[in-house]
């Protein structure tokens, strides 16, 4: 949907060309895009990361690439690949849902960059930030984005609804708004910013933790290759941080590592959003595209707390709030 929508029809509609390679191919990508001739790249947030682990080489600065279309790219990633391959990354939000009815880009001038953002919204929709009673949520703090598309029409140009559910198209149309589940915030500019999904955030004592923010924490320690954070259940706390860390080197001691890691995660965060939890893997679960499987890591990671398998820091986080 993301590149016909974006990169078909929008070629077809100017006039252009569209490249298609028959899959993905990181050793080849640069000589790929040099042999086109291409001005525009379209690829999913995770390939950047991909490109950046390969060697430098000389055709990757061959091209004549004005921008790459990279929704998702991981902001840990975004300046090395601009400054690396002299190419600017445009963001943007849009869902399967919506269609061009409802989306953001920072493709709209005055374009927005940083953290996150995924720019401003189209002229053709009207949105809501809004809290869990749907109150408006004040400038510069996340609420689940509401959408629906000017006029009288407010469904016009969104999908017609999911297939023989009628029941779940009418839950995300609620008093003429659709709710897309994706938490955000805007700034005085009018620049909108990406928190993250309601489902993985992790509500702790009344807290919203976004799982993003930690993740991006914890990537800070030169110690992890991989982290996946996600809440578990917790009767005291509602819900509490759980991390799974895959190291970049044997670990002798697991205990000794998450502890040091939890406290140097505590430099970059509140100490309520450090985690509770930790869990010391080789790898983490990933979609067919190379994501996280963020349901599967939720389910494993509720698991290894109820059989004790997981590394309990919630006392070690007690001591930070003091400390």
């Given at each position: 949907?993301?590149?016909?929508?974006?990169?078909?029809?929008?070629?077809?509609?100017?006039?252009?060309?569209v490249v298609p390679l028959d899959?993905?191919?990181?050793?080849?990508?640069?000589?790929?895009?040099?042999?086109?001739?291409?001005?525009?790249?379209?690829?999913?947030?995770?390939?950047?990361?991909?490109?950046?682990?390969?060697?430098?080489?000389?055709?990757?600065?061959?091209?004549?690439?004005?921008?790459?279309?990279?929704?998702?790219?991981?902001?840990?990633?975004?300046?090395?690949?601009?400054?690396?391959?002299?190419?600017?990354?445009?963001?943007?939000?849009?869902?399967?849902?919506?269609?061009?009815?409802?989306?953001?880009?920072?493709?709209?001038?005055?374009?927005?960059?940083?953290?996150?953002?995924?720019?401003?919204?189209?002229?053709?929709?009207?949105?809501?930030?809004?809290?869990?009673?749907?109150?408006?949520?004040?400038?510069?703090?996340?609420?689940?984005?509401?959408?629906?598309?000017?006029?009288?029409?407010?469904?016009?140009?969104?999908?017609?609804?999911?297939?023989?559910?009628?029941?779940?198209?009418?839950?995300?149309?609620?008093?003429?708004?659709?709710?897309?589940?994706?938490?955000?915030?805007?700034?005085?500019?009018?620049?909108?910013?990406?928190?993250?999904?309601?489902?993985?955030?992790?509500?702790?004592?009344?807290?919203?933790?976004?799982?993003?923010?930690?993740?991006?924490?914890?990537?800070?320690?030169?110690?992890?290759?991989?982290?996946?954070?996600?809440?578990?259940?917790?009767?005291?706390?509602?819900?509490?941080?759980?991390?799974?860390?895959?190291?970049?080197?044997?670990?002798?001691?697991?205990?000794?590592?998450?502890?040091?890691?939890?406290?140097?995660?505590?430099?970059?965060l509140a100490y309520h959003k450090?985690?509770?939890?930790?869990?010391?893997?080789?790898?983490?679960?990933?979609?067919s595209t190379r994501k996280l499987?963020?349901?599967?890591?939720?389910?494993?990671?509720?698991?290894?707390?109820?059989?004790?398998?997981?590394?309990?820091?919630?006392?070690?986080?007690?001591?930070?709030?003091?400390?």
């Open positions: 949907m993301n590149a016909l929508g974006c990169s078909a029809v929008g070629m077809m509609v100017l006039g252009g060309a899959r993905f191919h990181a050793n080849r990508w640069w000589q790929c895009v040099a042999d086109s001739g291409a001005t525009v790249v379209h690829c999913l947030g995770v390939i950047p990361a991909i490109l950046l682990q390969l060697p430098a080489t000389e055709v990757e600065r061959q091209h004549r690439v004005r921008f790459a279309f990279a929704p998702g790219v991981d902001v840990r990633h975004r300046a090395t690949f601009e400054e690396r391959y002299r190419i600017p990354i445009v963001e943007a939000w849009a869902m399967t849902e919506t269609g061009g009815a409802a989306a953001t880009t920072t493709a709209r001038e005055p374009a927005g960059f940083g953290a996150r953002c995924v720019g401003r919204p189209s002229d053709s929709m009207e949105y809501r930030l809004v809290d869990d009673q749907g109150a408006d949520v004040a400038l510069g703090k996340p609420g689940e984005l509401l959408v629906r598309a000017k006029g009288d029409a407010p469904r016009a140009g969104f999908f017609s609804g999911y297939l023989k559910d009628e029941e779940a198209t009418e839950a995300a149309w609620q008093d003429g708004w659709f709710h897309t589940g994706d938490l955000v915030f805007a700034d005085h500019d009018g620049l909108m910013y990406f928190f993250d999904r309601k489902k993985t955030i992790v509500r702790r004592s009344g807290e919203n933790i976004g799982v993003l923010e930690v993740e991006s924490a914890l990537y800070m320690d030169t110690r992890i290759g991989g982290c996946a954070v996600t809440p578990v259940p917790d009767d005291f706390r509602g819900e509490e941080v759980f991390a799974f860390i895959v190291p970049n080197a044997t670990v002798d001691d697991a205990d000794m590592l998450a502890t040091s890691i939890v406290k140097a995660c505590a430099e970059r450090v985690p509770g939890y930790v869990a010391i893997v080789d790898e983490l679960p990933l979609s499987a963020r349901g599967e890591i939720k389910t494993l990671a509720a698991a290894a707390v109820a059989a004790n398998r997981a590394i309990d820091m919630r006392q070690l986080k007690a001591k930070l709030r003091h400390a």
